[in-house]
Structures are given as structure tokens and as C-alpha cells.
């Protein structure tokens, strides 16, 4: 089975989905299953995971209910209130539904100490007698506090999206590099490979551009704990559901095919729960 680690889905609402811009026209419409089933069929993907793209558990209740009626959505990361008073009765609530199979918060639109913020760590501190794990959205600057809040919890199950968002545009490795070597050193943190070309100069990316980077998380993470996710339809501001995909498959191309099926599905199997 070939999994899509990170697809969105939403209805648009222009007073709602403010970080959709002037300048990001295309994502501007509906993104239902039906859409995004055709494409991930012409790329012979199986299966994916939802991954919640606004902060309401309204969100999280949308993708569980189009997890319900489409089958290839193996499982939701969906969104609640880590610093919430009543979180202990919502997690008791969600973990009735075996299609949630964790959490996130767009934590790249919070201030620095957020990640930090006492009420936030106690609220990360539930997810593991849940079995949920948890989705790191962040832009760069901010892995130095998200390695030294994972280490706190070395049994609850984080993943990096979009590795952790480097200078792509710019060609820039450090100080990325060297906090992703730092990351990787806890063992229950994976990494998506996935929002890469929406990091690049948009439109205008070669393959190369990516290889360092690929090189990086592959290096310090291993093949165990690395898989492809898409960030579809948020990739369409820089190219097709093809482009981004033949990036990372021409990357692995010379690797094995057990490795492969590991990028492509296994691991990310694995990290979410997700019977194959």
C-alpha cells in the first residue's frame, strides 16, 4: 500500500482561511475527497491521512466525518485545545474514534515562547496514555525549542512536517542542518518529507534544489523514520501533485525496493496506527 501522509481537505471560507492570500489564488476553492481521490489514483497512491488545516475542533469533526464516507482517508490528525481546562474529557471524547489518530497546532503562526508555554507542554504531556500522536508544524527558528521539548517526552510520538521548513528558496543548510541533527537524536521523532517545493522558489525549483536537504533528514533520521507526504493541495502553489511527488521518487530511485515501501507507506503505517 502507497500512503500519502499529509493531504488537506477544506471548504473554502474567505472570512475563516485567512492565511490563504491574494497571492495564492489556486487554493481558493473547495478540496473535497472526490478531487483529491482522482489525483492520488493518476499517482498510484492507495490511502492517506488528513491533516487539519484550521484550528477549531469543528475541523477535526469535518475530516472525521469525510474519513467516515471515504475509505482511502486512513486516519485524521485533527486539531484541540492542548491548553484547553476540560482537555482530559475531550481526549476521553476523541479517542472513541479509531480514525483519529492524533494532533496538531500551527504552531509557526504562534510567538516563540508558545512552544514552551507551561499549559501547551501540559497538554502534550496527555497525548501518550491516548496513543496520539502529534504533528510539529514550525518554521525553522523554532526547532531549538521543539528539540528541547520532545526531550521531555521521549515516549510520546512526535513527527517534523514539511522538514521543519528550511531556506530552500535560498540554499541555505545552517543553522537547520545542524538543529535537524539534534532532533533526529530523539528516537521518537520521525520526519515528513513532504511541503518542499512550497519552500523553494515557487515555480521556478530545479530537483537539485532539494537534494541537500533530502540528504539531511535522510542522514540523521535514517529509513526508518522518514516518509512522503504530500501537502496536497497547498503544493499546487508551486507545482502539480506530479512534480512533488517525482521529486522524492527520483531521489530514491536507486534505493531499495523494501526501502521504498518503507518511504512511501510503511513508516508512516507505523507512526499513525494504520493496519495495511
Not at 523554532?142 to 517526552?153: C, R, S, Y
Not at 525496493?257 to 496506527?273: P, R
Request: charged share 25%; with cysteine; net charge negative.
Amino acid at each position: 500500500m502507497r500512503l500519502d501522509s499529509h493531504q488537506h481537505f477544506w471548504k473554502f471560507d474567505p472570512i475563516r482561511d485567512t492565511w490563504i492570500n491574494d497571492n495564492m489564488e489556486i487554493l481558493k476553492q473547495d478540496f473535497f475527497p472526490g478531487k483529491s481521490l482522482e489525483v492520488l489514483k493518476k499517482n498510484n497512491i492507495d490511502k492517506c491521512i488528513a491533516i487539519q488545516a484550521d484550528q477549531s475542533e469543528e475541523e477535526t469533526f469535518f475530516l472525521l466525518d469525510l474519513a467516515k464516507q471515504y475509505d482511502f482517508i486512513s486516519g485524521i490528525v485533527g486539531w484541540i485545545d492542548l491548553k484547553g481546562e476540560n482537555l482530559n474529557n475531550r481526549l476521553d471524547y476523541f479517542a472513541q474514534f479509531s480514525l483519529i489518530k492524533g494532533f496538531r497546532h500551527i504552531l509557526q503562526n504562534e510567538p516563540n515562547d508558545f512552544i514552551l508555554d507551561k499549559k501547551f507542554i501540559n497538554g502534550i504531556s496527555y497525548l501518550q496514555k491516548y496513543n496520539f500522536t502529534y504533528d510539529i508544524l514550525i518554521y525553522n527558528q523554532q526547532l531549538e525549542n521543539i528539540i528541547t521539548l520532545v526531550k521531555k517526552f521521549p515516549n510520546q510520538k512526535f513527527v517534523l512536517d514539511h522538514l521543519g521548513k528550511p531556506l530552500i528558496s535560498q540554499g541555505i543548510l545552517e543553522p537547520w542542518k545542524k538543529n535537524i541533527s539534534q532532533l533526529a537524536k530523539c528516537e521518537n521523532v520521525s520526519c515528513k518529507i513532504s511541503g518542499m517545493i512550497t519552500e523553494a522558489k515557487l515555480a521556478k525549483w530545479q530537483e537539485k534544489d532539494f537534494w541537500p536537504y533530502l540528504d539531511t533528514v535522510v542522514e540523521c533520521f535514517g529509513i526508518d523514520r522518514v516518509f512522503y507526504g504530500s501537502d496536497y493541495p497547498v503544493c499546487l502553489l508551486s507545482g502539480s501533485y506530479q512534480d512533488q511527488i517525482n521529486i522524492v521518487q527520483n531521489y530514491f530511485n536507486h534505493y531499495s525496493l523494501t526501502e521504498k515501501n518503507k518511504i512511501f507507506g510503511e513508516n508512516a503505517s507505523v507512526f499513525y496506527h494504520i493496519n495495511i
